[in-house]
């Protein structure tokens, strides 16, 4: 049960696009289309922003999108904003009532 | 409005238990799966545990099967975890977390704002 394989930090100027991938395995993201995308600020509670491998929460800016290829999900954020500097997670149904994490990404706004 | 309010944590030794409560409100608590996912003090987030609508189906991490147990009263509208044998690697902030389905599959959609249970003699 290993947690899913997310680069430690990305980093962008405001109005750039970055990707954050999430590398799993084929029993976890490559057998379910139920990855998911939480963002997460300094003490505060993770928010969901992407569920289905690519779908938004309603109030959820369009900004954020999903997309998914074999083992690999990714989260692409375009028009950076200053307010897009937080810790992001990829999750993936992993089978038998399990779940699992990525280790998490830092994004910095330059 | 959807609320998860998490309550039971605090200090205990290496080796006790300890039972963490989740009051849920503002949806229909037996049609969702919940689960409990944790946070170590600067780490990522790990999830510890989920239960089907029905208690029917449960998950357990790796890390933690066989020393934790989830339950849940749906006429109580509460989730619970007790831990045992508890190590100091268990130290984290502990979230409830609410699924969009019954099943349990993911995603989290309401988050609650956690409790801390640290692990120290």
């Known amino acids: 049960q290993s947690a899913l394989t997310q680069p430690a930090s990305v980093s962008g100027s405001p109005g750039q696009s970055i990707t954050i991938s999430c590398t799993g395995t084929?029993?976890?993201?490559?057998?379910?289309?139920?990855v998911s995308w939480y963002q997460q600020h300094p003490g505060k509670a993770p928010k969901l922003i992407i569920y289905?491998?690519?779908k938004r929460p309603s109030g959820v800016s369009n900004r954020f999108s999903g997309s998914k290829s074999g083992n690999t999900a990714s989260l692409t954020i375009s028009g950076l904003q200053a307010e897009d500097e937080a810790d992001y997670y990829c999750?993936?149904?992993?089978?038998?009532?399990?779940?699992?994490f990525g280790g998490g990404t830092k994004l910095t706004v330059l | 409005e959807v609320q998860l309010v998490e309550s039971g944590g605090g200090l205990v030794q290496p080796g006790r238990s300890l039972r963490l409560s989740c009051a849920a409100s503002?949806?229909?608590?037996?049609?969702?799966?919940m689960h409990w996912v944790r946070q170590a003090p600067g780490k990522g987030l790990e999830w510890v545990s989920s239960?089907?609508?029905?208690?029917?189906?449960?998950g357990y991490a790796d890390s933690v099967k066989g020393r934790f147990t989830i339950s849940r009263d749906n006429a109580k509208n509460s989730l619970y975890l007790q831990m045992n044998s508890l190590r100091a690697e268990d130290m984290a902030l502990y979230y409830c977390?609410?699924?969009?389905?019954?099943?349990?599959?993911?995603?989290?959609?309401?988050w609650g704002q956690g409790t801390l249970v640290t692990v120290s003699s």
């Open positions: 977390a609410k699924d969009s389905t019954s099943s349990g599959v993911s995603p989290f959609d309401y």
């Open positions: 503002g949806f229909t608590f037996d049609d969702y799966a």
């Open positions: 239960i089907n609508w029905n208690s029917g189906n449960i």
């Open positions: 084929s029993s976890d993201v490559g057998s379910y289309d139920l």
């Open positions: 289905g491998g690519r």
């Open positions: 999750c993936s149904y992993a089978g038998d009532s399990r779940v699992v």
